[in-house]
């Protein structure tokens, strides 16, 4: 099992730029497909994208499609989220996830697939 912490959230201006990262502790992260979704408030949490274990297929939500990149470092038990040409409606609390179902199944992109959950960090986009 692992346990999630993310960091990296912030009040950001649009157009700018954040780096969000997820450490995990406990053993087997690289065997996990790792996710990010995002929860705005008086909205549904939803998915934001996910990388595979080994870091080589990752796959976005189409709202955040070429702004935002997933990767992996499994040295580090770390996965990031890279966040560019920022919107507002791209503020929400951002967590990440982790899961034993390959990241490339449809089910792997809903929150139901994911059964390790980190905290959240929130990230703000001000217009």
């Known amino acids: 099992q692992v346990q999630l912490v993310e960091s990296g959230g912030g009040l950001v201006q649009a157009g700018g730029s954040l780096r969000l990262s997820c450490v995990a502790s406990?053993?087997?992260?690289?065997?996990?497909?790792m996710g990010w979704f995002r929860q705005a408030p008086g909205k549904e949490r939803e998915f934001v994208g996910s990388?595979?274990?080994?870091?080589?297929?990752?796959y976005y939500a189409d709202s955040v499609k070429g702004r935002f990149t997933i990767s992996r470092d499994n040295a580090k038990n770390t996965v990031y989220l890279l966040m560019n040409s920022l919107r507002s409606e791209d503020t929400a609390v951002y967590y990440c996830?982790?899961?034993?179902?390959?990241?490339?199944?449809?089910?792997?992109?809903?929150?139901?697939?994911?059964?390790?959950w980190g905290q959240g960090t929130q990230v703000t986009v001000s217009s």
């Open positions: 990388i595979s274990w080994s870091g080589t297929y990752t």
């Open positions: 996830a982790a899961s034993r179902i390959a990241a490339s199944t449809t089910y792997a992109r809903t929150s139901e697939g994911y059964d390790r």
């Open positions: 406990g053993r087997s992260f690289s065997s996990y497909t």
